[in-house]
């Protein structure tokens, strides 16, 4: 079986992988924050240890993310 790949249909091609990866990081992000929406307790913890940890004075950085374990986990469950 032959395929005959035109320059067009390679651009298609990587159009769609480029789309489907981003798509798929913005829906599982929209889906993360639904689901700590839907379950404000936990939005609580996640909220509290922020807090402890960077303070509310400033955003937090990557650095930040080994003093934050239970937002480690949310991130790991959501994906």
Sequence with gaps: MEINLTPENIKAFIQDILAA????SAITMEW???EL???PNIMKKAVEE???VVGKRRLVQESD???LPYLQE??????
Excluded: R
């Design 21 to 24: 990866g981003i798509d798929t």
């Design 74 to 79: 949310i991130v790991k469950e959501s994906l």
């Design 37 to 39: 929406i839907n379950h």
């Design 65 to 67: 993310i080994p003093n």
């Design 50 to 52: 922020i807090n402890q």
């Design 32 to 34: 993360a924050l639904a």
